[in-house]
C-alpha cells in the first residue's frame, strides 16, 4: 500500500529540511578534544535548560543511560527501577554487561512507584549479605505504561529519600518532554530532584541521532571517560548536535499535536468497540488491549490496511504518534480504522 502510516514508534521520524540545513551549516571540530563548537553548545543549552551544571552529548538513550548506571554504581551494586523500566527490559542485559550492577524490581502503576517503595527496597548496608543499594531510576514519560506521567510531588518525595540515604537518583527522560508539556512542570525544577537525567533527541523530536546526559560537572566528566571506553566519543559530531539545537529549540515546543492524536484515537477505538480495555493516554503513546484479547492477528490486519504498529505481548498493540504522521495520514486513518472489522 503506497500511504504507510507508521506507528511503531516515535524513533521513525526523519529530520526536517529545516534541522537539516541546520546540520550542513553546522561548525565542526573535534569532540574527542571538546572542540566541537557545535556539541559544546546543544550541551550548554541543554544544561541550562534543566538548571544542571553540564551536559554529554552521546549516541543514544541505550547509551545516556548505561553510562549513568555505570557512573553512580560500582559493580556489585544494586539499583532500584520498575519491572517496566527500559533499562531492565530493552537494553540487552546492559546494567549487567556494563557495570555488573543488580537490580530490584518495583511493580508499581504502570511503571511509576512512590517513595515508600524506594524505603522498602533499600538494602540494610550493614548485612555483608546484601548487595548496597546505590541508585534509584525512573522513566518519565513510562513507556511500557502507555506514556504515563510521573507525579512531580512522587519524583520529589523520592528525591528526598535518596538523598536521605545516599542514595543516586537517575531518571530516563527519553520522552521527558512529552511529561513536561503535558503537566507544565518546568524543566529547571524537575532538574532540581536528579542527580542524572537522559533526555533524548532522536524520538518525537525529529533528530536522527542523540540523546544527552546531564549531571553535575564531576559526573558529566566521569561519564565522559565512560563514554570513551564504550566508544562513544565521537569527533565532528556537530553536524549531529546541531539537528539537536534544533529539535530543543523548534520540536520540543510541538509534542502536545501528538498528544491530542492519541487521545483522539484512543476515544475513537472505544468507541467503535474495536478496543476492549485501554491504558488511559497520558502522551504520544497508546496502548490497547483489542476486543477479543489477542494481538498478533490485529498486527497484521492493520498491517495489510497499511497501519504499521507494535505487539506489546500477546494481548496488546502500542501506537505512536510522532511528528510525521501528516494531517492527511490522520485522518485517513481515522477512516481506516473505522473500515477495520476482526
Ligand atoms: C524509555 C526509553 N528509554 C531509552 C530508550 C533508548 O533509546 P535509544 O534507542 O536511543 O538507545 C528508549 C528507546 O526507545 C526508550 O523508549
Avoid at 42 to 67: K, W
Wanted: one cysteine or more; charged letters at 25%.
Amino acid at each position: 500500500m503506497a500511504n504507510i502510516i507508521d506507528l511503531r514508534s516515535d524513533t521513525v521520524t526523519k529530520p526536517s529540511e529545516a534541522m537539516k540545513e541546520r546540520m550542513f551549516t553546522a561548525e565542526l571540530g573535534d569532540d574527542v578534544f571538546q572542540e566541537d563548537p557545535t556539541v559544546n553548545e546543544l550541551q550548554q543549552l541543554a544544561a541550562d535548560l534543566f538548571g544542571m551544571e553540564a551536559a554529554l552529548f552521546c549516541s543514544s538513550g541505550t547509551q545516556t543511560n548505561q553510562i549513568a548506571i555505570g557512573v553512580h554504581c560500582n559493580p556489585g551494586d544494586e539499583l532500584i527501577c520498575s519491572n517496566m523500566a527500559h533499562i531492565y527490559v530493552y537494553e540487552g542485559g546492559g546494567i549487567a554487561l556494563n557495570s555488573g550492577v543488580s537490580v530490584r524490581l518495583v511493580p508499581g502503576d504502570r511503571g511509576r512507584f512512590t517513595a515508600d517503595d524506594v524505603l522498602n527496597n533499600i538494602n540494610n548496608k550493614h548485612d555483608i549479605h546484601l548487595p548496597l543499594t546505590r541508585l534509584v531510576c525512573i522513566e518519565d514519560t513510562m513507556n511500557k505504561g502507555g506514556g504515563a506521567i510521573w507525579d512531580i510531588r512522587d519524583i520529589s518525595k523520592i528525591s528526598n529519600a535518596c538523598k536521605q540515604n545516599g542514595l543516586a537518583f537517575h531518571c530516563d527522560g527519553a520522552r521527558l518532554f512529552n511529561a513536561l508539556i503535558e503537566s507544565g512542570v518546568s524543566a529547571k525544577e524537575y532538574g532540581s530532584y536528579f542527580d542524572s537525567i537522559s533526555i533524548c533527541l532522536s524520538k518525537g523530536l525529529g533528530a536522527p541521532v542523540g540523546s544527552l546526559l546531564l549531571g553535575s560537572k564531576a559526573f558529566i566528566e566521569r561519564a565522559r571517560r565512560r563514554r570513551k571506553s564504550l566508544g562513544g566519543g565521537m569527533r565532528q559530531a556537530g553536524m549531529l548536535a546541531a539537528a539537536g539545537i534544533y529539535a530543543l529549540q523548534v520540536e520540543r515546543l510541538r509534542l502536545s499535536e501528538d498528544h491530542q492524536r492519541a487521545k483522539e484515537i484512543e476515544q475513537l477505538l472505544l468507541h467503535l468497540k474495536h478496543a476492549q480495555e485501554v491504558m488511559p493516554v497520558e502522551t504520544n503513546i497508546f496502548i490497547w488491549k483489542p476486543k477479543g484479547g489477542k494481538s498478533l492477528p490485529l498486527v497484521e490486519i492493520l498491517k495489510a490496511n497499511g497501519i504499521l504498529c507494535f505487539p506489546f505481548g500477546n494481548e496488546w498493540i502500542r501506537f505512536v504518534f510522532h511528528r510525521d504522521i501528516t494531517n492527511e495520514q490522520f485522518q485517513d486513518l481515522k477512516k481506516r480504522l473505522e473500515a477495520i472489522t476482526f
